[in-house]
């Protein structure tokens, strides 16, 4: 089997681990760290196998960078720490070069998930004066359209 299509098949097992965060976080509002940690395994093994290594240095500082930066919004409790993590992950895997379509599914994806909870499609569960929506099938969908796409293909 070549490096290519190993590559490939480190994303169809990523896609099929956003898709149970995804669920899981839907119905308990929880995303273990477990799960996480795969998916940062699999962001390692997918850039060895499909080239992308050269890059790491350039996705983990955007990461870094913006992981940074989401940590005022977590401080304010705007989002939960599963949420900040994943997203964290999912930044680590797009990097620089395709943050700006991932940014974009994830404003579509987020979008329909609030239109889903306002007309009760979706359960969003009561926080105090405000409600939480699980965030992670947002940013699964995000992110499995962006290996769609091919932004991530073999360099």
């Given at each position: 089997?070549?490096?290519?299509?190993?590559?490939?098949?480190?994303?169809?097992?990523?896609?099929?681990?956003?898709?149970?965060?995804?669920?899981?976080?839907?119905?308990?509002?929880?995303?273990?760290?477990?799960?996480?940690l795969?998916?940062?395994?699999?962001?390692?093994?997918?850039?060895?196998?499909?080239?992308?290594?050269?890059?790491?240095?350039?996705?983990?500082?955007?990461?870094?960078?913006?992981?940074?930066?989401?940590l005022?919004?977590?401080?304010?409790?705007?989002?939960?720490?599963?949420?900040?993590?994943?997203?964290?992950?999912?930044?680590?895997?797009?990097?620089?070069?395709?943050?700006?379509?991932?940014?974009?599914f994830?404003?579509?994806?987020?979008?329909?998930?609030?239109?889903?909870?306002?007309?009760?499609?979706?359960?969003?569960?009561?926080?105090?004066?405000?409600?939480?929506?699980?965030?992670?099938p947002?940013?699964?969908?995000?992110?499995?359209?962006?290996?769609?796409?091919?932004?991530?293909?073999?360099?």
């Amino acid at each position: 089997m070549n490096f290519a299509v190993a590559s490939q098949i480190v994303l169809v097992l990523t896609g099929a681990a956003l898709f149970y965060v995804a669920f899981t976080d839907l119905k308990h509002y929880k995303i273990r760290n477990e799960l996480i940690l795969i998916l940062t395994g699999l962001f390692f093994l997918h850039a060895v196998l499909s080239g992308r290594w050269t890059t790491l240095p350039w996705n983990l500082g955007f990461a870094a960078i913006l992981f940074a930066i989401m940590l005022y919004p977590y401080s304010m409790k705007m989002m939960g720490g599963g949420d900040l993590k994943l997203l964290t992950v999912a930044i680590l895997w797009v990097g620089p070069f395709c943050a700006l379509p991932f940014a974009l599914f994830l404003l579509l994806f987020a979008g329909i998930h609030a239109l889903a909870v306002k007309f009760k499609l979706v359960e969003a569960k009561a926080t105090g004066k405000r409600q939480s929506v699980a965030f992670a099938p947002s940013v699964a969908a995000a992110l499995i359209s962006t290996f769609l796409i091919g932004c991530l293909r073999p360099a």
